[in-house]
């Protein structure tokens, strides 16, 4: 018997290796002998660092920046030394967990942070650099990145620009004069599940501002200084990215890595899964389980139960997927290749408990699962 332990991280809970761990130790109080193969997962948000060093061994690397609002962050960076492949977080150095509620702050927060991310992981040698862009607090066009690496901003005075969205209105002249030549040497890879364009009633703005702190007025701003950046841009590129899908993904860095860095866009979870061999894993595997804390119809945008399923499915393995909670309309994945659903809640409990139980509850989960199968397996 061989089976592939698949999931994400339970936000709030359990990292995605220890949600791979705990329903290991339930498999295995039913199946001692079978084969367990844990590969833990995420999609491009919050924890693919953590996943991809858990399943790949390679190192984590700190170094400080600057947060979304100027505060100092001490950011977390994937590495592996091999292929000389860095992965980022941006949320480590511009995310939204960073930001007090309070204090979300659209039109001044900048991804300053994560451009020096990105430098820090060119000194380590890079050749590839792959970006995991969910979760930011910020809608700056990905302009604070690019001065990060050298782009200068001036307004008509011929003074740099104040960092953040809003004073991108204010832009007079780029120069990319001082900008880092090793980029050009370095493959981008933007690992997200968003593909709304820069711009518009679909844009970074628009869609993503409301969440970080924009008023319906700071949106409008916002959404035609973006647009007054990416005039500029395309002037000084001799190409215009604004509409291309991703683009307005998070809070625009999308359109700069396109526009700048050469970015190809995936899908979070299939860079992951390429990155930890999930297909290699899959094959010839009886049973794969996979999980997240919420499993409902998002699930659908590319969340990691999707994507792990889309592989399974493939080599005709079944995918059983265990979640903190079924949400509506989860049944629309029975058509993708999951096979049946669980929820963790044994019985009425708050959501801080079962955050608490959630080892206990896995395991638990799992051993029923389990024996389920055995018996349907004669």
Known sequence: MKIVIAPDSFKDSLSAQGVADAIALGLAEVWPDA???????????????????????????????????GDTAHAK???????????????????LQLVPVDQRDACNSSTFGTGQLIRFALDEGAQRIIL????????DG???????LGMKLFDAQGQPLAPGGLALAQLFRIDLSELDSRLADVRFDIAADVDNPLCGPHGASAIFGPQKG??????????HA??????????????????????GAAGGLGFAAKA???????AGVEVVAELVGLAAAIKDADLVITGEGRFDAQTLRGKTPFGVARIARQQGVPVIVIAGTLGKGYQALYEHGIDAAFS????????????????RLLRERASDIARVWRLAKG
Do not use: Y
């Not at 919050?46 to 700190?62: F, P, Y």
């Not at 960076?77 to 995310?95: F, H, K, N, V, Y």
């Not at 950046?229 to 509409?243: G, I, P, Y």
């Not at 963790?344 to 080892?359: F, H």
């Open 35 to 69: 084969q367990l193969i844990k590969c833990p997962m995420a999609d491009g948000g919050e924890g693919t660092v953590e996943a991809v060093l858990a399943a790949c061994g390679g190192e984590q690397h700190r170094a400080e920046v600057r947060g979304p609002l």
């Open 77 to 95: 960076m994937g590495w592996l030394p091999d292929s000389r492949t860095a992965i980022i977080e941006m949320a480590e150095a511009s995310g």
């Open 132 to 139: 995991a862009i969910g979760g930011s607090a910020t809608n």
């Open 142 to 148: 990905g302009a604070g990145a690019m001065q990060a």
């Open 214 to 223: 924009a008023s319906p007025e700071q949106v409008e701003l916002l959404d």
């Open 226 to 247: 973006l647009g007054h950046f990416a005039d500029h841009c395309a002037n000084a590129l001799n190409k215009d990215v604004r509409d291309e899908p991703g683009s």
């Open 260 to 266: 700048f860095l050469g970015a190809q866009f995936k």
């Open 344 to 359: 963790l809640a044994s019985g009425p409990m708050t959501l801080v408990q079962a955050c608490n139980e959630a080892p």
